[in-house]
């Protein structure tokens, strides 16, 4: 099997774009991207998406994005597993690459939730759960995943001000962040004092919804040099599954699918949690970031405030966690998050991130979540000198 690299990136500012289609943000991306490098040809084209069938009326994402780009007759196709979508689409354009199927592959992510008015939205975003035993009932995904947070801090017995501090954090970072949709810093009270969704989260403890595109490519490692002179090695990657629906799990606080993903790239990268300088993190919710943090071996079970309050995760702490600011200050449009957060890791390790960066980041770990945490896929970035 092939060594992998991440020679080049694009990114569009996540925000709500009535003005832009998919093909246009996309090919926003794509055009960064491409701008970056000197390429003979792009052998494959792999898009996530989750909701352009709802809500932008399109289907066959992967053909009308190759038409756009002026890049017919390449093999192109959608890749949809929910929010995880990113990096369902990763780990796919890795094998191909891997494999030695094709020798250069553009991954990308677009989404357009904005293209839907309020409930169809949450509906569409809403069939990543269980439609018939979850959906059916009238649970969301902020419901279910208030369920979790209840729950954590009744077994735990964390204070409520603890997930407020991350989301905080995660604005704080943000702020520095030329393509977030929320880049303003906030107060432990702003969060506390925002409108309840469903007890206990608050409006603060969740990501935006909004638009975006994301694009990086991949080629093998050992042609890098001939493209790029900045480019970073994808050195462990898998995915993996739990229950779709939460009643059916073992473990409310505890995101299967998240460890088991994470153990595997952590194997094959021949590394572990202590070896990561920076993450982006799969935050839709504050919930979801104190789960993910200790599923991935970043926090000790229950001790999410603790570590908090310890600056653990803050930049320069023992691992800096959503420079970016996040899904909750960047923004989460679905399908193109698991992409953002491969090139923010893409920017660390080269040292492009500017404001972002992190002082001597050797590597990097992204965490992209489908549905409640039904699917997780984990990749493992090092720096190439």
């Keep these: 099997m092939r060594k992998v690299a991440i020679i080049s990136y694009g990114l569009t500012k996540v925000d709500k774009h009535w003005n832009k289609s998919l093909r246009e943000l996309f090919g926003e991306a794509a055009k960064k991207a491409l701008n970056e490098i000197e390429i003979p040809s792009i052998d494959a084209i792999i898009v996530g998406n989750m909701c352009a069938s709802d809500l932008s009326d399109q289907n066959n994402i992967g053909s009308i994005l190759a038409d756009y780009i002026g890049a017919i007759p390449t093999t192109a196709y959608r890749v949809e597993s929910a929010c995880g979508s990113g990096g369902a689409a990763l780990l796919s354009g890795f094998t191909c690459v891997a494999s030695g199927m094709f020798d250069i592959v553009m991954v990308g992510g677009v989404e357009k939730l904005t293209d839907g008015i309020g409930k169809e939205t949450t509906y569409s975003l809403g069939k990543a759960a269980d439609a018939e035993y979850e959906l059916f009932y009238g649970s969301s995904f902020v419901s279910l995943n208030a369920l979790m947070m209840n729950r954590y801090m009744h077994v735990y017995k964390t204070p409520r001000e603890a997930f407020a501090d991350f989301a905080v954090l995660m604005h704080k970072n943000g702020a520095k962040n030329p393509y977030a949709q929320l ?3 906030i107060s432990r009270e702003t969060v506390l004092n925002s409108e309840t969704i469903a007890d206990p989260i608050k409006l603060y403890d969740c990501a935006p919804v909004g638009d975006g595109a994301a694009v990086v490519i991949l080629c ?27 009643s059916s799990r073992e473990d409310l606080l505890s995101l299967k699918s998240t460890i088991t993903a994470g153990m595997k790239a952590y194997k094959m990268a021949k590394m572990s949690p202590a070896d990561i300088d920076v993450a982006e993190i799969h935050d839709t919710f504050t919930i979801t970031a104190a789960l993910s943090l200790e599923d991935l071996g970043f926090a000790e079970k229950g001790k999410f405030d603790k570590m908090m309050s310890e600056g653990t995760f803050e930049p320069g702490g023992i691992v800096s966690i959503n420079p970016s600011g996040g899904l909750k200050s960047r923004g989460h449009p679905v399908g193109a998050t698991g992409i953002y957060q491969a090139a923010e890791i893409s920017m660390q390790l080269t040292e492009r991130a500017d404001k972002m960066q992190v002082p001597n980041a050797e590597v990097g770990l992204i965490q992209n979540i489908g549905g409640s945490g039904s699917n997780t896929y984990v990749a493992i970035m090092r720096r190439c000198r």
């Design 183 to 185: 880049p303003f810093e």
């Design 220 to 246: 093998p490692l050992e042609d890098a040099p001939k493209y790029s002179d900045t480019f970073v090695e994808i050195c462990g990657i898998s995915g993996a599954t739990d229950t779709i629906n939460v």
